[in-house]
């Protein structure tokens, strides 16, 4: 199992215990991943509200550098597998691709459209043996009620993101939950919008949307949420105290990355996960789970 | 017949009650949700209320939420929604105010349309053409999905951001405000873009992608809101929140080759007397983040490799110099636009 990795921007940046995370559980049960050091940020569709064409350049290249490495793409990021699919996408049309790979050309790239990104939370399922998997579960953490949280861009639009051949994908993180012991607590914003992208344009109406779910998440008797978008996390971790102040409520509810979750099962300390990283704190959680 | 419970969310307008009540349907494969709620109501609780009209996707009467996202009754059958014995689960539309069962009052739905004035606005002083007005191919191909709408209000009701800010112009009157936008026969371009720039407008969708899920008809309304930005922009109407924040993002992936999260919050702030409060307001989530290494991580500002950045940088830079030859930008919404309406 080998990957030409894209950690994305805010791994590397505002949530660097994701990126800790990835690397511990990705060691653990020997994924390896070659980072795309060279790789640009995925835009995040915002580089696209002015420069759409220039977003999918920069797409395009990330495609073909793994292409390149002859490995598949892996994302750990809902944004970045939700920007890269939607470039895979619009590459289908070949004028609009050949008019992209003259770009990419001059530094040895091109885009062929054999790269078919995958988002960790699926490549676990996909290219891990089942039983492998489940193996690896050494401290079930059944004590836990786990919300999910998705991101927009992991679960829509369906079309981009292989649901038809993969149906498992639109419940995967539920999966991710039932794999470690810990029992699924649905609530209605689970899929919806975090607020992350209009935070800077406006925030209250950002924040409304992060203190609403994370309400109504605890509401339903969640001890926790569980995301695979480092920038969910931003607005459901980072900014809860903010946003709890926007929707008039105590909220205290601890946001764990994917891989967090899938290393404190597989039996890794809490320290190598970046758990102490988080503004929202995890450690009545641990205590809760057993852990130390 | 096979039978399919239906579990219903019910309000009572005269006592003021919601609550849920089952009921169980025979349904024939090929029939509709809306054929079974007919069957309900003819044979079983005639109080039940709900809008419908043409049974064929066209009037735009009946949407609600089956099993928690929002669609047309009458386009939904049963067995492409039935798991494993569960009931379908029925409600009124999200974001409205319900008036009875699963009526909901749509006034605010319709009043943007009005807000964003979603009619022609001839030329003036200009005599109209002895004929019929032509609309070039290329033109009547980039809108031409968008004056599909039937104003169900489907993507209202899943809206995102309309849940958070009941004033927020929405997908659809958004949707056929970019069909005025890029109709040659519309006097009010600009003006569109300038006020549609404005709070509550453009800037303001989270790009959730829920109104493209919940469109019935393939309108795309969240394209459509996004290439509105990219117009917006283009037509020089970039003093606002949305715009800096796509520049700034944009200038900070240019130098490092990745997202510079330590200016972005000030560049889109803006360098204006305005931003002092807002910025100010940052102050306490920011020491909150001082303390758990997050703004020490960021202001690190993780790049790209050497060799990236350079190349990274000469994109952008050849990418500017193809922008102003042709129309890449056009070409890349056509892209993603023919691809979608494909798909669905």
Redesign the interface.
């Known amino acids: 199992m080998k990957y030409a990795f894209w950690p994305g921007c805010v791994s590397r940046g505002a949530a660097p215990e994701l990126y800790t995370a990835t690397k511990a559980v990705a060691e653990h049960i020997g994924m390896e991943l070659v980072e795309l050091e060279a790789a640009a940020c995925t835009g995040a569709g915002i580089i696209s509200d002015g420069d759409p064409y220039l977003q999918d350049v920069l797409n395009a290249r990330t495609l073909a550098m793994a292409s390149k490495l002859g490995l598949p793409l892996i994302d750990i990021c809902s944004t970045c597998i939700g920007v890269h699919s939607l470039a895979v996408e619009k590459l289908e049309n070949e004028e609009y691709r050949a008019r992209i790979n003259e770009r990419l050309a001059p530094e040895g790239l091109e885009y062929t459209g054999d790269t078919k990104p995958r988002h960790l939370l699926w490549a676990l399922f996909e290219d891990l043996e089942d039983d492998r998997l489940r193996s690896l579960i050494k401290r079930p953490l059944a004590e836990l009620k786990l919300g999910p949280f998705y991101g927009c861009y992991i679960l829509r639009p369906e079309r981009v993101l292989g649901f038809a051949e993969h149906p498992h994908r639109r419940r995967s993180l539920e999966s991710a939950i039932e794999l470690v012991g810990a029992s699924v607590v649905t609530y209605d914003g689970m899929t919806k919008c975090c607020g992350f992208p209009i935070l800077t344009t406006n925030k209250r109406n950002s924040l409304a949307m992060a203190g609403g779910h994370v309400g109504e998440a605890k509401d339903s008797g969640a001890d926790a949420l569980v995301t695979p978008c480092p920038l969910c996390h931003l607005n459901l971790d980072a900014q809860q105290y903010d946003a709890a102040r926007v929707v008039h409520r105590k909220l205290d509810l601890p946001i764990l990355h994917l891989p967090q979750l899938i290393g404190l099962a597989m039996g890794i300390e809490p320290d190598k996960l970046g758990l102490d990283g988080h503004v929202v704190n995890t450690k009545p959680l641990l205590h809760k789970a057993g852990v130390r | 017949m096979p039978k399919q419970d239906f579990v219903i969310e019910r309000y009572d307008p005269v006592t003021e009650r919601s609550y849920e009540q089952q009921f169980t349907a025979e349904y024939e494969p090929g029939q509709t949700v809306l054929d079974c709620l007919n069957g309900i109501k003819w044979a079983q609780d005639g109080t039940l209320s709900f809008r419908w009209s043409c049974r064929h996707a066209i009037c735009g009467s009946c949407a609600m939420k089956v099993n928690?996202r929002s669609m047309l009754a009458c386009k939904t059958q049963v067995t492409d929604i039935v798991k494993r014995g569960d009931p379908i689960r029925v409600a009124p539309m999200g974001n409205q105010k319900v008036v009875k069962d699963l009526v909901v009052d749509i006034s605010n739905f319709l009043d943007a349309f009005e807000r964003a004035e979603t009619w022609l606005q001839e030329i003036p002083d200009q005599d109209p053409p002895s004929r019929e007005y032509h609309t070039a191919k290329e033109e009547f191909d980039r809108w031409s999905h968008t004056a599909t709408c039937i104003h169900c209000g489907a993507c209202y009701s899943d809206c995102?951001?309309v849940?958070?800010?009941p004033k927020?112009l929405g997908p659809a009157a958004l949707a056929k405000a970019y069909r005025f936008v890029f109709d040659s026969r519309d006097s009010q371009k600009h003006e569109r873009l300038e006020f549609l720039s404005e709070?509550h407008g453009i800037?303001?969708?989270?790009?959730?992608?829920?109104c493209?899920?919940a469109c019935p008809k393939d309108v795309l309304p969240m394209d459509a809101i996004?290439e509105l930005?990219?117009e917006a922009?283009?037509e020089g109407i970039t003093n606002n929140?949305?715009?800096r924040?796509?520049?700034a993002?944009?200038g900070g992936?240019r130098k490092r080759?990745?997202?510079d999260?330590a200016t972005?919050?000030i560049l889109?702030?803006g360098v204006r007397l305005g931003a002092i409060p807002?910025l100010i307001?940052y102050t306490?989530?920011a020491l909150?983040?001082l303390?758990?290494?997050?703004?020490i991580?960021?202001a690190?500002?993780?790049g790209?490799?050497r060799?990236?950045r350079r190349?990274?940088r000469?994109?952008?830079d050849?990418?500017e110099a193809?922008?102003a030859r042709s129309a890449?930008?056009a070409?890349?919404?056509a892209?993603?636009r023919?691809?979608?309406l494909m798909?669905?």
């Open positions: 928690g995102t951001v849940a958070a800010d927020f709070k800037w303001d969708c989270t790009r959730c992608f829920m493209i899920e996004m930005r990219t922009m283009r929140h949305g715009s924040h796509s520049n993002f944009r992936v080759g990745r997202l999260e972005l919050p889109s702030a807002e307001g306490p989530g909150r983040l303390k758990s290494r997050k703004l991580m960021a690190k500002r993780h790209a490799n060799e990236g190349q990274i000469r994109i952008f050849e990418v193809e922008k890449v930008d070409e890349a919404f892209a993603e023919s691809s979608a798909a669905h």
